[in-house]
Structure formats: structure tokens, C-alpha cells
């Protein structure tokens, strides 16, 4: 009788441990999203010769980047993908991230230079490594001799 009432007792209990990690869980998940919430937008343009690429950046609650940029690159097909990453001081660490062709999905490390109100699309040294690319620590970003440099301009939702 005393082993059935002890196994009533340790299953209560492990029913209760679950529930307790569910709320954290739930906790857990609302901090997550509150912190993924939109706090504002910017959208940016760069134009160089014939080349157009616009920049939609969002900056989330918990200060990361999001967006979305659309690269009209001449001789090349549009690029159209996501944008995401963070500030550290005044430069945008982010990944650039799009399809080409039949559903080839690219990764590319981007760095940007806030300068007033204008981006500088850097030149850094790229390094692949087990299939990921990223760019080198050691080696300094050029953002001097660029052809890219976006300015802000007015968001428009298509």
C-alpha cells in the first residue's frame, strides 16, 4: 500500500515539474517575440552608374536588424532577399540572404559604415569555410574606395 501511495505521489509531482516548465517555456517564447517586435524602419537607396539597390531596414526591440533589399545590379538578374544582422558601434554586421536561379539560396556577410544618414557598403575580405562565407576579422573593411553608398529615402510598401 505504502509503494502505491509513493508512485501516486512521485507522478503528481513529476506532473507539476512539467507544467512549471511549460509556463517557463511559454515565458520563454512572449520575451523572444516582445523582443522581435518592429521599433522602426528605414528605407535607403544606393545608385551607382546602372546599378539601383534599395534597403528596407527595420530595427527590432532587442536591437537586432531585419529587411529585406532588392539588388538591380546591371548584367545580372534582380537579387531579392533578406537582410539581417547588428550593430557594433557604427558598423552593420549583416547577412544578406537570396535565391538565384532554380531555388540556389546564397548567404553573403555584408558590412555597413552608418555615417549622418547615409550606409556605406564596405569591401572586406571574404573567407569560405565549410560552406559558409564570412568576412575575415583580421583584415580591415574599406570604406573609402566603394561604389556603394546608400542614402535614407521615403519608405513605400508595394
Known amino acids: 500500500m505504502k509503494k502505491l ?5 512521485m ?39 546602372n546599378d539601383v539597390i534599395d534597403l528596407k531596414m527595420n530595427t527590432l526591440k532587442n536591437g537586432k536588424i531585419s529587411g529585406n533589399m532588392i539588388m538591380n545590379v546591371a548584367g545580372s538578374a534582380q537579387k531579392n532577399g533578406e537582410i539581417a ?3 557594433h558601434g557604427d558598423t552593420l554586421f549583416a547577412d544578406y540572404t537570396f535565391v538565384e536561379g532554380e531555388n540556389k539560396k546564397f548567404k553573403n556577410p555584408m558590412a555597413f559604415l552608418k555615417k549622418d544618414k547615409q550606409l556605406i557598403l564596405g569591401n ?6 565549410m560552406g559558409v562565407t564570412y568576412l575575415v576579422k583580421d583584415k580591415p573593411i574599406d ?3 566603394v561604389k556603394y553608398k546608400f542614402n535614407t529615402k521615403e519608405c513605400v510598401d508595394k
Open 5 to 9: 501511495v509513493l508512485s501516486c505521489m
Open 11 to 49: 507522478l503528481s509531482l513529476a506532473g507539476l515539474q512539467s507544467c512549471k516548465n511549460d509556463e517557463k517555456q511559454k515565458e520563454t517564447d512572449a520575451a523572444k517575440a516582445d523582443g522581435e517586435k518592429i521599433v522602426s524602419t528605414q528605407c535607403y537607396q544606393a545608385v551607382y552608374e
Open 85 to 87: 544582422g547588428e550593430f
Open 124 to 129: 572586406g575580405t571574404m573567407q569560405t569555410t
Open 143 to 145: 570604406f573609402e574606395r
